[in-house]
């Protein structure tokens, strides 16, 4: 039975708050949902405190295969902890792993918020029909490329990827290579994991509209996927009316 559960992943840590917030024991510190998380911080995805992890006793470490490094997972094992990796790279393998880390790691029922998520993507539509670069990051610039999550997300809705070819995920790509005529008729800003404002990031595309995205709407599996439709949506057609 698992009573106690560190999450290493902002968005599983919201998934199980949303659900059984008493199982949570631990989670990072850039686990900022919900609000006012009362847990024992672990320092971030990138490098957690395992000393910290492994005196916490916890009966399941939720990870995820992108956010997290192999070599701490690995000795989060050693020490004896079970560890539960996520792989995701579009929206069916994120419902898919949700309900994965909410009923078979953590023994909870599926919840409800996590129906209506899949309701609200499949009563979704493609609404748009535009191509898009879609920067996460500046100084260099880095961009969305093959299979991720928030790539598919947008295509749901009808943006494609400029960059989904791309043999990178997470290519670098010159400014000037962005800003290619003809390579794109939106760029998509999203506010994490760089976090672009209306004062830093559209003047960097001077030809085309752009679109400032809730990053945790737009990259996160878990409640939030529920509002995500219409979050993403609206920042679309603001940028695009």
């Known amino acids: 039975m698992v009573r106690s559960v560190v999450s ?11 659900t059984e917030p008493g199982l949570l024991t631990g989670a990072t510190d850039w686990c900022s949902h919900p609000a006012g998380l009362e847990v024992t911080r672990v320092r971030g995805t990138k490098n957690p405190d395992v000393e910290r992890i492994a005196a916490l006793a916890p009966d399941l470490v939720l990870a995820n295969e992108e956010e997290n490094r192999p070599p701490d997972l690995a000795a ?4 004896g902890l ?11 393998e994120g419902l898919a792993e949700l309900d994965r880390v909410l009923t078979e790691g953590c023994g909870l029922r599926r919840p409800a918020w996590l129906d209506e998520a ?3 993507w499949h009563e979704a539509r493609a609404e748009f029909d535009v191509r898009a670069v879609v920067p996460v990051w ?3 610039w880095m961009v969305l490329g093959r299979d991720t999550f928030a790539g598919a997300l ?13 043999p990178e995920r997470y290519p670098r790509i010159p400014v000037d290579e962005l800003n290619a005529p003809g390579l794109a008729d939106l760029a998509v ?24 995205v809730s990053g945790r709407h737009l990259t996160w599996y878990g ?19």
Do not use: Q
């Open 8 to 18: 290493l992943v902002p968005s599983l840590t919201e998934a199980v708050a949303a």
């Open 76 to 79: 989060l094992r050693a020490a």
């Open 82 to 92: 079970r560890v539960l990796v996520t792989e995701i790279r579009d929206l069916d």
């Open 118 to 120: 899949e309701s609200a």
């Open 138 to 140: 500046r100084k260099p």
């Open 154 to 166: 947008l295509a749901r809705l009808g943006v494609r990827n400029a960059y989904a070819a791309h």
């Open 189 to 212: 800003l999203p506010d994490e994991p760089y976090l672009f404002t209306a004062d830093d990031g559209p003047e960097a595309f001077p030809a085309l509209p752009s679109a400032l």
């Open 223 to 241: 409640p939030s996927l529920r509002e995500a439709p219409r979050v993403i949506g609206a920042a679309l057609r603001a940028a695009l009316r």
